[in-house]
């Protein structure tokens, strides 16, 4: 069954610091990925998204992603966070299903 | 354009009761999604409907557990004789097309429930 794993439970930042947030998934055939982001006391909104083309994925909010298929990543970047940016991130994947990770929680300090 | 609404936000029950979840997705979206998140967990799908169909409900227990989408109204979410393990926050989304096609979940801000 396809799986999404993200290995960043918990990330606590400074602002101003670069941004990356892991995403593997299991499943080796075409897949479409997604980030979702959460921010306190609100619901999910999409991020970005990859379903073909070129691999590095721009978002909102200056968020982008890479997919590196030999990898089956897609890893979520952000070159200079901002304490705004403080809320839980999941990346999900879908082949028939979408299939989220257990999400990273996200603290930016001021 | 209304986004995706859901009632109530935060529901109280007590063990055995009812709870019924409400749905109404984006105007224009014919399909909506059921997801549960655990404390601590990600959301794990429960269950996906088209108007007046259930397409894909592998993700729901087998018992107590029931959605449908009629055809005039919000799609609901019903668990009857709650347990305290049920209580979780539980999303919907929608979207204009299926899960074949390549376009987007958009998600409700979710229900809370508690299970006393």
């Known amino acids: 069954a396809q799986s999404v794993s993200q290995h960043n439970h918990h990330v606590i930042l400074s602002e101003a610091a670069s941004l990356e947030l892991g995403c593997n998934y299991s499943?080796?055939?075409?897949?479409?990925l997604f980030w979702y982001v959460q921010y306190p006391g609100q619901h999910l909104q999409l991020l970005l998204k990859?379903?073909?083309?070129?691999?590095l994925v721009k978002g909102i909010k200056g968020f982008e992603a890479e997919f590196i298929k030999s990898k089956f990543s897609f890893n979520l970047r952000k070159p200079s966070v901002q304490w705004s940016d403080t809320a839980e991130y999941f990346c999900?994947?879908?082949?028939?299903?979408?299939?989220f990770g257990k999400g990273t929680r996200l603290h930016i300090l001021p | 354009n209304a986004g995706v609404m859901q009632n109530p936000r935060h529901l109280v029950r007590r063990r055995g009761q009812e709870a019924r979840l409400r749905c109404s997705p984006m105007?224009?979206?014919?399909?909506v999604y059921w997801y549960r998140q655990l404390p601590e967990e990600g959301l794990k799908f429960m269950v996906y409907?088209?108007?007046?169909?259930?397409?894909?409900e592998s993700g729901m227990p087998k018992e107590r557990f029931s959605a449908e989408f009629p055809k005039e109204g919000p799609s609901i979410l019903r668990i009857q004789q709650v347990v305290r393990g049920d209580s979780a926050a539980y999303f919907c989304?929608?979207?204009?097309?299926?899960?074949?096609?390549?376009?987007?979940?958009?998600f409700g801000p979710g229900t809370r429930l508690t299970v006393l």
């Open positions: 989304a929608s979207s204009p097309l299926g899960t074949g096609s390549t376009d987007t979940q958009y």
């Open positions: 499943y080796g055939g075409t897949v479409n």
């Open positions: 990859y379903f073909s083309g070129d691999p």
């Open positions: 999900a994947v879908r082949d028939d299903k979408i299939i």
């Open positions: 105007k224009g979206h014919s399909h």
């Open positions: 409907l088209q108007k007046e169909n259930i397409i894909d």
